[in-house]
């Protein structure tokens, strides 16, 4: 319309000017938005590829994740034999091969030579001496020295505790959803088969549809019967940790310990103080009252199958500063679990032997190594310019003024050593708090 109208108003020459001058930035306006246009589409077109390429990616890191659960699954299977092995020779319910007996006289034999006569007829005496001493069964202590020999879990033993773990026989630990094996496995496959013998509306569940636990269960296999507890009659006690099943760092959801009926006087997770009476009015009459008996909880390495309790979503009774105190509780409590799954419980030999505490050792002094290196900026000079030259060149000119400059150095450097040292080492005793005795008082005793 607007063309048109100048078009009327114009002469022809003057309109078909206007005309072409308008057409022109028209398709100038056109091309301009739709080279943009081009622009756009290409960069959206590479994030578009972008996106493929991730895709992909993601979807070859679930191939990675489900073939590395498929090997560690083949691997535990091949471990088990192993360890079922180990708990027998612990027990006592297997020996060792003929040729290693055999191979370690040998080796015996030969220290004896060795060491020379002296030694060897008192190797030999010793032996006469103990040859009518029955040889204890199994490997005594076995569990409590690899357990004693890892310094987060010795921290928390007693000396309570050490007379309950001396019965302590094994140590397993078994992924919750592939106890097909185990003793778990079994339990589940009989209760599968009773469902599927007794009908009922999950005689047609699908097994693929059963949602599969996550997390693990460490059981800890007593002697039984021993002198501590009565329950778990079989001697086992277990602690599980149940893991979030679509969480894939690993969210612990809750833990679940055995409950453990210790004799009477044998619980090693508390102690037990008694309050003597006050005696009787008048006359030192003796007090007809009973003692009075306070129980509380202490350190033992036995509250670890009483986990802290995970509180229920919208339960808002704790503050702040009591959730932090039971998160950090609650990790504590799973870096330990964790301790037994990944070293332990693989590697319990090594930790009895004392053969990983030197590939510690090792490793601590290698670290030390490369901390002894310092960064520099590649400058081999001391630091030193031009300027210092030249005073060199100076003070060789004037040879009198140098002699002079060592002579008082050598003066001052002999009043440096014949000064007296002060000692500072009874400073921080003096002003140190006083030393708690550890004595309670006379009306409360510990039992």
């Not at 080279?35 to 979807?59: P, T, V």
């Not at 560690?72 to 092995?85: E, G, H, Q, S, V």
């Not at 079994?186 to 013998?197: I, M, P, Q, S, V």
């Not at 003024?401 to 002060?422: H, M, N, V």
Request: proline share 5%; charged share 40%; with cysteine.
């Amino acid at each position: 319309m607007l063309l048109l109208l100048l078009v009327d108003l114009f002469p022809a020459p003057l309109s078909l000017s206007l005309s072409l001058s308008l057409s022109l930035s028209l398709s100038l306006s056109l091309s301009l938005s739709l080279s943009r246009g081009k622009k756009k589409y290409q960069i959206r077109a590479r994030i578009k590829y972008l996106q493929e390429l991730q895709s992909s990616h993601d979807a070859l890191e679930e191939d990675y994740k489900r073939e590395l659960e498929a090997l560690d699954a083949k691997y535990t299977k091949k471990y088990a034999p192993l360890f079922a092995t180990r708990a027998k020779v612990v027990r006592g319910e297997e020996e060792a091969p003929a040729e290693i007996v055999e191979t370690l006289k040998a080796e015996l034999a030969e220290a004896e030579k060795e060491e020379g006569f002296a030694g060897g007829a008192g190797l030999a005496a010793a032996n006469a001496a103990g040859a009518s001493d029955p040889v204890p069964k199994g490997v005594p202590q076995f569990w409590l020295g690899a357990l004693r020999a890892h310094d987060v879990v010795a921290s928390r033993i007693t000396e309570k505790d050490e007379a309950v773990l001396e019965h302590l026989v094994d140590v397993r630990c078994e992924e919750l959803g592939d106890e097909g094996d185990g003793p778990a496995g079994a339990a589940k496959a009989a209760a599968a088969e009773t469902k599927e013998g007794g009908g009922g509306d999950d005689a047609d569940s699908d097994p693929e549809e059963t949602e599969r636990e996550h997390g693990f269960r460490l059981s800890f296999v007593f002697e039984m019967p021993n002198p501590f507890f009565d329950s778990p009659a079989d001697g086992v006690v277990t602690k599980t940790y149940h893991m979030a099943a679509d969480d894939e760092e690993g969210m612990l959801e809750r833990a679940e310990g055995t409950r453990i009926a210790w004799k009477a006087g044998k619980d090693p997770t508390v102690k037990i103080l008694k309050k003597k009476p006050k005696p009787g009015r008048g006359g030192g009459k003796p007090s007809s009252g009973k003692p009075m008996t306070k129980i509380e909880k202490t350190e033992s390495f036995f509250n670890f199958f009483s986990p802290p309790a995970v509180p229920e979503e919208g339960d808002d009774d704790l503050d702040e500063e009591e959730m932090e105190a039971l998160q950090e509780a609650l990790e504590e409590d799973y870096e330990l679990g964790e301790t037994f799954r990944d070293e332990l419980v693989p590697h319990a030999v090594s930790f009895y032997t004392g053969e990983m505490a030197e590939m510690e050792e090792e490793e601590d002094e290698d670290d030390e190594d490369e901390d002894e290196y310092e960064e520099t900026d590649g400058d081999d000079d001391d630091g030193g310019d031009d300027d210092d030259d030249e005073d060199e060149d100076d003070d060789e000119d004037d040879s009198e003024e140098e002699e002079d400059r060592r002579g008082k150095q050598a003066r001052g450097g002999k009043q440096a050593r014949g000064g007296k040292q002060r000692s500072g080492g009874k400073g921080g005793a003096k002003g140190g708090a006083p030393q708690d005795t550890g004595e309670k008082p006379a009306e409360c005793k510990q039992q």
